[in-house]
């Protein structure tokens, strides 16, 4: 078992959580929807895992490179 | 001594070749499920057609000539599918498939029918580096190279590169020269072993980490596939050559037409958004252009905002440049036109027909991007595309904007432009574009804000770029095959038989 960041891969706003602690995910599963460049982008998970952390609630402003989400993988 | 005798003495000569490193070594890697050298020639090429040059070569210093057979690299000549091939295949199991004297002079000759017979070359790599006997002192330095053309580049004819264990020194050098590289997860790539790197900067080096497939996928994008076996890199290899002509004086193969590749055409309009913000994932609607299990995506896991991939339409080769909104809603980032250069090089240089398909909302610009050198990066892409002169056909599929407008194929930097109806020009999105031009922001004047972003909304749509005749039809999304198809019957005709003139051939082979 190891943990991973998730990282924001753009500047922008957390739009929607798709995920809680705990839940399961799968490589490439939706974790969150962030508003960028009026788009809503999916932020999805690099490797299968659970989700360890979450570490910003919707609305919160993102700068590309934060740390949105730890995963157990 | 009698020609039985001698005849004798071939066949145990060839025997002792033939058997590598050893029973012990090569029971080794059974057991860790990793194919042998020859194991993975036998596997690549059609039964039968391998001829082997240079089996009795062997290392150069008389000390360890008996423990050397093919001097650590299998060289020779095969066909796959009934297409020639020249391959070099290393032998860890003998010395390390060290690079030494005598096996360097087996690639430079694999090297050299490769490119005057016009036939792909094909590294199987895992070596560990230079075979440092041979290289220590001045004596070393002298027998080095031999050969100023070595690492010279002109795309005469595909190179590709498997890493397959292992991989320094020449397996690297030749990797980073290849158009294709596809690596096995454990296989490891980098300039020095972790060993040597470990002991030249005073601290452990995990080897994953100096030059496994992550660093490779994702960072260095030097990996264009990354797979679990010997016998998938090997599948893949054969997949990656269908697609390219085995020269760049050729057209690509023909293959048949899958009979449902027409079929997947109606489900464009089901998978692609009709919200503006929502994303999809653009291989979805490329997979219902293309000919049924044609797409081959190159460099999957870097600069994701695009979509490198080779596929068929009507059974030719197309080489495939899309944006995917999926990642970073489309927008452009310095891996993402890294990616889109060096594929633009290859379709252009093997005369493979490009097709654009653009949704991005322009470059991703921020400091991280600067400091890649953004702005050299994206020239570079233009310079190239403007170089291409294989036939180059745009679909704007929705928005379209900024300079990346043009590395996309617009403003003339394509033969043909097809708008979808949903297309959106413009140079930014408009409600950014109030802010940026006006100073005025949602918040602050939500009246005056609506009545800017409608102004700027205006004259974007594919009936405006039509009317100009910046684009030459506006199709039905589903239509997309059929036109594409089509265009490309015209494109591909000419007194070339479709062979491109190749003004990138000698571009770098990484960016």
Redesign the interface.
């Known amino acids: 078992m190891a943990l991973i960041e998730v990282k924001a891969?753009?500047?922008g706003m957390v739009w929607k959580i798709n995920v809680r602690q705990g839940d399961r995910v799968s490589e490439d599963g939706t974790l969150m929807t962030l508003e960028?460049?009026?788009?809503?982008?999916?932020t999805l998970a690099p490797e299968d895992g659970t989700v360890k952390e979450i570490m910003v609630k919707e609305g919160d402003p993102i700068s590309?490179?934060d740390v949105i989400i730890i995963l157990e993988v | 001594m009698e020609f039985e005798e001698l005849m004798k003495d071939l066949e145990e000569r060839k025997a002792k070749a033939q058997g590598m490193g050893g029973p012990e070594k090569l029971a080794k890697r059974k057991a860790e499920g990793v194919l042998n050298a020859r194991e993975r020639l036998d596997y690549l090429v059609d039964d039968g057609s391998f001829i082997e040059s240079g089996l009795f070569a062997t290392a150069i210093r008389s000390e360890v000539r008996h423990k050397s057979p093919a001097d650590g690299k299998i060289a020779g000549v095969g066909r796959i599918n009934d297409r020639e091939v020249a391959i070099v295949s290393n032998d860890f199991t003998v010395l390390g498939a060290t690079s030494s004297v005598i096996n360097m002079k087996k690639i430079r000759h694999m090297k050299k029918i490769s490119i005057q017979r016009g036939i792909p070359l094909i590294l199987l790599g895992e070596s560990s580096g230079a075979r440092m006997p041979d290289r220590m002192g001045a004596a070393g330095r002298a027998t080095m190279g031999q050969d100023p053309t070595e690492y010279m580049r002109m795309r005469e004819a595909p190179m590709v590169s498997a890493l397959l264990g292992a991989c320094y020194g020449s397996s690297t050098w030749y990797t980073c020269m290849s158009d294709f590289t596809v690596m096995r997860k454990g296989a490891t790539m980098a300039v020095a072993s972790s060993r040597v790197t470990s002991i030249a900067i005073n601290q452990l080096v995990d080897p994953e980490e100096l030059g496994g497939w992550k660093l490779h996928t994702e960072i260095t994008g030097f990996v264009d596939v990354v797979v679990n076996t010997d016998e998938e890199a090997l599948e893949i290899i054969k997949d990656f050559l269908s697609y390219l002509p085995g020269n760049s004086n050729e057209a690509p193969p023909v293959y048949p037409v899958p009979l449902e590749s027409n079929e997947r055409s109606e489900k464009i309009l089901e998978i692609f958004p009709e919200q503006?913000?929502?994303?999809y994932d653009v291989r979805d609607i490329i997979k219902c252009i293309v000919d049924q299990n044609s797409f081959f995506e190159i460099k999957q896991r870097f600069g994701k905002s695009i979509v490198t991939s080779f596929a068929r339409l009507n059974g030719k080769s197309v080489g495939i440049i899309a944006n995917n909104?999926?990642?970073?809603?489309?927008?452009i980032d310095v891996d993402a036109m890294r990616k889109a250069t060096s594929f633009l090089v290859m379709c252009d240089s093997y005369n493979i027909p490009l097709v654009f398909l653009a949704d991005q909302?322009?470059f991703?610009v921020?400091v991280?991007g600067e400091k890649q050198g953004a702005p050299g990066r994206l020239i570079n892409w233009l310079n190239a595309l403007t170089l291409c002169t294989v036939p180059k056909i745009l679909v704007i599929m929705r928005k379209d904007y900024g300079q990346a407008y043009l590395n996309m194929g617009g403003g003339q930097n394509s033969d043909e432009v097809i708008l979808w109806p949903m297309a959106d020009l413009g140079f930014m999105?408009p409600?950014?574009g109030v802010n940026v031009l006006y100073k005025v922001t949602e918040k602050d004047d939500p009246v005056r804000f609506k009545q800017l972003q409608d102004e700027l909304a205006r004259d974007t749509s594919a009936w405006d770029l039509a009317g100009l005749y910046e684009g030459h039809m506006v199709i039905d999304p589903r239509q997309t095959r059929a036109t594409l198809i089509r265009l490309l019957e015209i494109y591909r005709k000419g007194m070339n038989n479709g062979v491109g003139k190749h003004l990138v051939q000698n571009w770098p082979t990484s960016y």
């Open positions: 891969e753009t500047t960028s460049m009026k788009m809503e982008v999916p590309e490179g | 503006k913000n929502q994303v909104p999926k990642f970073k809603g489309g927008a909302p322009g991703l921020g991280a999105d409600s950014v």
